[in-house]
C-alpha cells in the first residue's frame, strides 16, 4: 500500500490550498480517508474525514467553513481545499486512510505554511 500526499506549499494569510492525497493498493470505496495537521510542538489533531461514497463529511471546528474534503473513489484520491488560510494552519499535514477492519495508514505529510 501506499499513500502520497501533494499540494502544500507557502501561502499568504487569507490565501487558499489544495491537497491531495491519492492512495494505492487499497479498495478505496471501502475505506474512510481523513486529513490530520501538526503543528511544530503540537500533537497530531484530526481536521476532516469523509466516509466510503464521499457524501458523508466530518470537520474540526477549526476546518468547518474553510476547508472542504473531498474524493474521488475511480481515482483513488482525496482532496483537502482549503481557503481563507491563517498562520495558525501553519503545519504538516497528513493523509490517513482506514480499512474496513480498523487498520490505519498514513502519508508522510506535506507541509502547508501561511506566512505574510
Known amino acids: 500500500v501506499e499513500i502520497v500526499e501533494s499540494g502544500g506549499g507557502s501561502v499568504q494569510p487569507g490565501g487558499s490550498l489544495t491537497l491531495s492525497c491519492t492512495a494505492s493498493?487499497?479498495?478505496?470505496?471501502?475505506?474512510?480517508t481523513s486529513w490530520y495537521r501538526q503543528a511544530p510542538g503540537k500533537e497530531r489533531e484530526f481536521v476532516a474525514s469523509?466516509?466510503?461514497?464521499?457524501?458523508?463529511?466530518h470537520y474540526a471546528d477549526v476546518a468547518r467553513g474553510r476547508f472542504t474534503i473531498s474524493r474521488d473513489n475511480f481515482k483513488s484520491t482525496v482532496w483537502l481545499e482549503m481557503t481563507n488560510l491563517e498562520p495558525d494552519d501553519t503545519a504538516v499535514y497528513y493523509c490517513?486512510?482506514?480499512?474496513?477492519?480498523?487498520?490505519?495508514?498514513w502519508g508522510q505529510g506535506t507541509q502547508v505554511i501561511v506566512s505574510s
Open positions: 493498493g487499497f479498495a478505496f470505496s471501502s475505506v474512510i
Open positions: 469523509t466516509l466510503h461514497g464521499g457524501r458523508s463529511t
Open positions: 490517513n486512510v482506514q480499512t474496513y477492519n480498523k487498520s490505519e495508514y
